[in-house]
């Protein structure tokens, strides 16, 4: 089946602005420590957070880091067995760590992924999507900040793909069939 692109589901403007006030948000949590860790999982959530970590304070320790991971399933929906394809370069040990992610759907390789981090005893960890399809979830994964919660529909842009096409749209859109 082919398909093409459909509507703007969420537009570069709505985009910016709640990634702002995400950005706000991380800032006023970890004010205390100051520091924290910003672990995308590529490729989705590379263009994400490569807008979040500038919306954050100069005065801030943020640092950036990327994982590349892939789960094992039958194409469409994932199992949640997770292999790692490229591991972080730092060390996350006594760190504050949140992971940022495109989208979470079924939740499993979130979930898989997180057990995997928290096995490498962070000072805290927490989840930013910037995606919530939260109908589809088989797995309970704490959201800690969303950008937004969307409906059951597959959506490209600003990072996401289909067959590796479409990452490069600066508004989110759905795909539907030719
Ligand atoms: P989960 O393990 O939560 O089911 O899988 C999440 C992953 O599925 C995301 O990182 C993303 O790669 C992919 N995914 C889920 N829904 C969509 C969607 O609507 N569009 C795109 N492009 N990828 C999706």
Redesign the pocket.
């Known amino acids: 089946m082919a398909y093409k692109l459909g509507e703007v589901m969420i537009s570069r403007e709505k985009i910016s602005g709640r990634i702002k006030e995400l950005a706000a948000e991380i800032t006023k949590d970890y004010n205390q420590d100051n520091s924290v860790v910003l672990v995308g999982?590529l490729t989705?959530a590379a263009v994400f957070l490569t807008d979040l970590i500038r919306e954050m304070p100069e005065d801030m320790d943020v640092r950036m880091d990327f994982m590349s991971v892939a789960?094992y399933g039958d194409g469409t929906?994932?199992s949640?067995v997770v292999r790692i394809y490229h591991d972080l370069k730092q060390s996350i040990e006594g760190k504050n760590v949140i992971v940022v992610?495109?989208?979470?759907?079924?939740?499993?390789?979130?979930s898989h992924l997180l057990d995997i981090l928290k096995a490498r005893n962070p000072k805290s960890l927490k989840v930013c999507v910037l995606l919530d399809?939260y109908e589809?979830r088989k797995t309970e994964v704490k959201v800690d900040y969303c950008g937004f919660k969307i409906p059951d529909?597959?959506?490209?842009g600003y990072g996401?793909?289909?067959a590796s096409k479409w990452r490069h749209l600066k508004d989110i859109k759905s795909v539907v069939d030719e």
């Open positions: 999982i989705g789960s929906e994932s949640g992610e495109d989208i979470v759907d079924s939740g499993l390789t979130l399809k589809r529909k597959f959506v490209v996401l793909d289909y």
